[in-house]
């Protein structure tokens, strides 16, 4: 019988090859830690005081729940207490972090708890990560440390807390996804270097914003629809993606104006949900754009900036563009 490979020595053996990796390589096996942490609270919300809403907002203008701050908690303790991290941005925080780390070399940016809106449902949730080198002659809390495009990032990935505890990340070689061993405690090998099928049976859109959308998206939706067989939409981002790596398909929010005076807005944030998907989607061999451009060529000039999004298949996106 084989026994997967540990996410420890599969992150050992990267080290082995490549050396110079050590600072990201310790960093995966911190954000391991707390995707772990978070996964045994998430299990456990709807027994803790953990369910509901925080009764606060965030700089979007959001009802956080209280998992959010939870998480958002969790991950910037731990990640200032590894030592690697000179500042950090969160979309629970308004402003950037400075980590107070002098000698650190990266900076990171992460949606703590990604789908929120699902939180006490029970509906698969997550956390996002992307890690950029600092850059040097800025300031750590100067938010033009995250006014990087996304081809620069060296390492994305996320967490997603479904019915298994799952762990996908890639610093530019591929796609590596782990699945919790609860038993264990470990992440083990799920899928090596995860690929999109050429296969494209599902799309995923919020149909309620069919009628908000510009008329140019709602042609693209329209040979998305032809081309994919089933709506699929949980209304987690992380947990749509997934889905669409796995199965194939397309994931597309286009930017939206319900006020009918042509005042279209996007919704999800650069930084720390479209770049880091972006990395994997174009890892796995997919693409993802944003009003026709690469996504990870964007280069931010906002911390909490967003972007319409169209990720998926590279001949389904390219044939109904
Ligand atoms: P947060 O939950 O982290 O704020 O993320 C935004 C999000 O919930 C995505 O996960 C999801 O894809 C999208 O918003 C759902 O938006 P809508 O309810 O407008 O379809």
């Not at 369910?51 to 731990?78: F, H, M, P, R, W």
């Not at 600092?134 to 033009?144: S, Y």
């Not at 279209?264 to 930084?271: A, D, H, I, V």
């Not at 754009?289 to 280069?299: E, F, P, T």
Request: aromatic share 8%.
């Amino acid at each position: 019988m084989t026994v997967p490979q540990t996410l420890q020595q599969f992150l050992l053996g990267e080290l082995k090859d490549h050396p110079e990796r050590y600072e990201l390589v310790m960093m995966m096996a911190d954000i391991a830690t707390i995707g772990k942490l978070i996964s045994a609270r998430t299990n456990r919300a709807g027994l803790t005081e953990l369910t509901g809403l925080a009764g606060s907002t965030n700089v979007q203008d959001e009802t956080q729940a209280k998992l959010d701050i939870y998480a958002n908690d969790l991950c910037k303790n731990y990640l200032r207490k590894t030592g690697l991290f000179a500042a950090m941005a969160s979309e629970e925080e308004t402003d950037v972090v400075d980590l107070k780390n002098p000698g650190a070399r990266y900076v990171i940016a992460f949606d703590p708890l990604d789908g929120s809106s699902n939180i006490d449902v029970n509906i698969p949730i997550g956390t996002i990560f992307s890690v950029h080198k600092k850059l040097e002659g800025v300031p750590a809390g100067d938010a033009r440390q995250f006014f990087q495009k996304g081809r620069d990032q060296v390492l994305a990935g996320y967490v997603l807390y479904g019915s298994s505890t799952m762990l996908v990340f890639s610093w530019g070689e591929g796609v590596h996804a782990f699945t919790l061993d609860v038993d264990l405690g470990e992440f083990l090998l799920s899928d090596a270097h995860l690929k999109i099928p050429a296969a494209h049976p599902y799309y995923s859109f919020n149909e309620a914003y069919g009628p908000f959308i510009a008329e140019e998206d709602r042609r693209y939706l329209d040979k998305i629809r032809a081309q994919t067989g089933s709506l699929r939409y949980v209304g987690s981002f992380v947990a749509d993606i997934h889905r669409n790596l796995i199965k194939g398909g397309a994931y597309v929010y286009p930017a939206i104006d319900t006020s009918g005076q042509g005042n279209f807005k996007p919704k999800l944030r650069l930084n720390y949900e479209a770049k880091p998907m972006a990395l994997l989607a174009e890892q796995a061999g997919g693409v993802a754009l944003a009003d026709g451009v690469a996504i990870l060529d964007i280069v931010p000039n906002e911390l909490h900036q967003r972007v319409s999004v169209r990720i998926g298949n590279k001949k389904l996106m390219k044939e109904a563009s």
